[in-house]
């Protein structure tokens, strides 16, 4: 017997209607092809489960959670949150991108990790490791956030549409500590 419940209901109680061990756990070609690819093609997913936030960047990891739980019907288990967003440039004449925000930045970390299509080898994208470095008055301190920053190859649908670098973030905190996202 088909389930008969209003779309609104089902989606502001979406835990309730999900089986038991549900997970939202893309890899990274779904993330690269079907998140971030049809993104930038302009399709848009209804009802919203990766949020597009403009420039990610410039928040603080700590901000982000609450964020995505008022953009996005995912409830995640785990302490991940994902954000489509564009990058900055920090100038127009540098090609270096602007990841201050007001309490540190995310500093690139290792080397970009390639991403192929499994059914033809092709490669599709890249993935950067971002942690995020926190201010104290004239240190720094590495926290327990981390950002991996998915990128479109070139060749792979992102260059004739978008001039404007759109990624796709997964966000993480290490601890896997309690994060409040409630709204407000």
């Avoid at 939202?24 to 936030?53: A, K, Q, S």
């Avoid at 670098?165 to 997964?170: A, E, G, N, P, Q």
């Avoid at 993480?172 to 994060?179: P, T, V």
Wanted: charge should be positive; include cysteine; aromatic fraction near 14%.
């Amino acid at each position: 017997m088909p389930c008969l419940i209003p779309v609104d209901v089902f989606y502001e109680h979406i835990d309730c209607f999900l089986p038991v061990g549900y997970r939202f756990r893309p890899t990274d070609e779904e993330l690269i092809n079907h998140f971030l690819r049809r993104h930038v093609l302009g399709y848009r997913d209804d009802p919203c489960i990766i949020p597009e936030t403009p420039f990610v960047h410039k928040f603080d990891p700590w901000h982000l959670p609450r964020l995505f739980r008022e953009r996005s019907i995912v409830r995640s288990k785990e302490a991940e949150w994902w954000f489509l967003s564009r990058l900055l440039f920090k100038t127009q004449k540098n090609s270096k991108y602007d990841r201050q925000t007001p309490s540190g930045h995310w500093k690139t970390t290792g080397q970009e990790k390639k991403i192929n299509a499994k059914s033809t080898n092709r490669l599709i994208g890249t993935m950067r490791n971002l942690v995020f470095i926190e201010n104290e008055g004239s240190s720094a301190k590495e926290t327990v956030w981390v950002m991996h920053e998915y990128c479109l190859h070139d060749n792979y649908g992102a260059n004739f549409l978008d001039q404007q670098k759109f990624v796709l973030c997964r966000l993480i905190n290490k601890r896997d500590e309690f994060i409040d996202d409630q709204p407000l």
